[in-house]
């Protein structure tokens, strides 16, 4: 059964819809929606859509905020993601390379890679 669906909790929704490829943490998305939703709604409704799966949770490592990007669907579960520690951008990683690693974790250590849930920490090349 669908969950109602309030007004703010569609206009948190429509954030991430009108802005796929960007992520926002949860401060941002509550700036960006200060004039329409309350910062407590917005972090209710984040939680609420990454139960629902409707948006992805990552983390921007110890001590930093977690960030928000509408899901991609599938094709999100089937690559890894790279955080640059710098700027703080998410990269899909689509490579074969990482099948390869997958195929040997598998292999080698009898353990199942997921790679939507993978997060692979660095520098990106604009802030290196």
Do not use: W
């Amino acid at each position: 059964m669908a969950e109602y669906r309030t007004r703010q909790g569609q206009a948190v929704l429509e954030l991430f819809e009108q802005n796929k490829e960007r992520h926002f943490t949860a401060e941002e998305a509550a700036a960006a929606l200060k004039d329409h939703v309350g910062r407590a709604t917005v972090y209710r409704q984040l939680e609420r859509l990454v139960r629902d799966g409707e948006i992805r949770k990552y983390s921007l490592g110890k001590g930093e905020s977690c960030c928000y990007k509408r899901a991609a669907g599938a094709e999100c579960d089937t690559h890894y993601h790279l955080i640059c520690l710098r700027c703080k951008k998410l990269i899909h990683l689509d490579c074969s390379l990482m099948a390869k690693l997958d195929a040997h974790v598998l292999d080698a250590h009898d353990f199942r890679l997921d790679p939507s849930r993978t997060v692979l920490y660095g520098v990106c090349g604009e802030c290196r």
